[in-house]
C-alpha cells in the first residue's frame, strides 16, 4: 500500500549519490578508510573514546555483552517494550533475559524501582534503550549499578543525538550500541556502532568484529612470524566503506534534523493539546531528544480500538506503527510468563504517527484532525 503520508521518509539527496559514487570509484569498498573516518567523527560527536563500526546494531548489542564476559548462567535485565533485539541479544550469548516494566504510560522508559526488584545473585548488568530518543532515568540507573556492581549497556537506536544531563546518550553506561538502519536517525541501510570510553573493552570488540584476527601491525608488534593469528571465536560483524560514506554524510546532517523534528514534535503538541481521548508520552522531557518517533497512547482503549483507529488513519493514506509489540508476549519469551502491566496497555494502546525531516506542519494538522475525529466516532459509535 503507497501512503500519501508516510511514517517515515529518508533524508537523502545528492551528497549522499556523491558519496556512494566516489566509493564506487575509489575501488575500496569493504571496511577501510571511510570507516576509520566514521568512527573517529562519530567519537568526537559524541565526546566518547572509542568507537567501532558494526554491521548493524544487533551485532553491535551482541558483541557488548559477549566483551563484558557475560554468558551462560547469567541474567541480564532488560525492557520489553523495545524492538526484540535488545532481549534477543542476550540469548546470543546464552545469558537469560529477566524484563523489567516501563515506568509509567507516559514514560516508557525502564522503570528502576522494578529493575531493583528484579535483581538476583546472578544478574550481571541492565540494558536499557531510550525510547524515542527520550533518555531513562540514568542518575537512578548507574546508582543501582554501582551498588549491585552491575554493567550498564545503552541500546542508544534511537538517540543519536539525545542527552541526558549534558551527556550523550550511549556514553553514560559503559558500552552505548548504535544503529543505522534504513528508518533510524541515522543511516546507511544496515549499520551500527559501539562506543566505549574503556579502551581494553573497544580492542576486544574490534578483535570479534573480524573473526578474532589479529592485524598485521597488532602481530609485528608481538613478533608473530605469521601474517595473522586468530585469538578468540569472532565474527565477521565488519561494515563496508559505501556504507561508511553513507553514515558519514548522515552524521553531517544529524543536527539540521534533529533542530527540525523538534519543531515538528512541538507542533504536533500544539495540534494535539486539547485531546482528552490520549496520552502524548514525554510531555515534560527536559533533555536534547533525537525524536526518533513521534507515540500517542490512547486512554480507555483496548488493542481493538487500537487497531480500528490504526485502519481509518490508513484508508485515509496516513501510515502509522506500534512502537513496540511487547517482547515479553512474543511466542520465543511466553515460557518466562512475566506479567508486566504498564508495558502491555503501551503495547495495546500506542500508535506511532508519522515523523521525519520533510513531513509538513499541513501534514500535522490533517494527521491530528483525523485522529481526534475518528476517537470521537469511536465513542458515538459505543454510546
Ligand atoms: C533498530 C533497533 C535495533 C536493531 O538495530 P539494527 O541495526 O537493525 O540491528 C535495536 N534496538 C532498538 C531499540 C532499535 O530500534
Known sequence: M?????????????????????????KWISMGPNTKRLEKEFASFLNVKNSVAVTNCTAALHLALKVLGIGEGDEVIVPSLTFVATVNSVRYVNAMPVFADITSVDNFSIDPVDIEKKITPKTKAIIVMHYGGFACDMDAIMKLAKRYNLSVIEDAAHSPNSDFKGKKLGTIGVIGCFSFFSNKNITCAEGGMIVTNDDALAEKARLLRSHGMTSLSYDRARG??????????????????????????????????????????EYYLEELAKMNTIIIPYKDNKFGSSNYIFPIVLKNSDFKKRDKVRQKLAKAGIQTSVHYPAAHRFTIYNELSTTLEKTDYVSDNVITLPLYYSLKKKQIREIAEKLNRYLKEDKNEKD
Open 2 to 26: 503507497n501512503f500519501r503520508i508516510p511514517l517515515f521518509d529518508l533524508n537523502y539527496g545528492r551528497v549522499e549519490d556523491g558519496a556512494v559514487l566516489k566509493t564506487l570509484h575509489s
Open 224 to 265: 608473530h612470524s605469521a601474517d595473522y593469528d586468530v585469538l578468540e571465536l569472532g565474527y565477521n560483524y565488519r561494515i563496508d566503506d559505501i556504507r561508511a560514506a553513507l553514515a558519514l554524510v548522515q552524521l553531517k546532517k544529524l543536527e539540521g534534523d534533529t533542530i527540525k523534528r523538534k519543531k515538528l514534535r
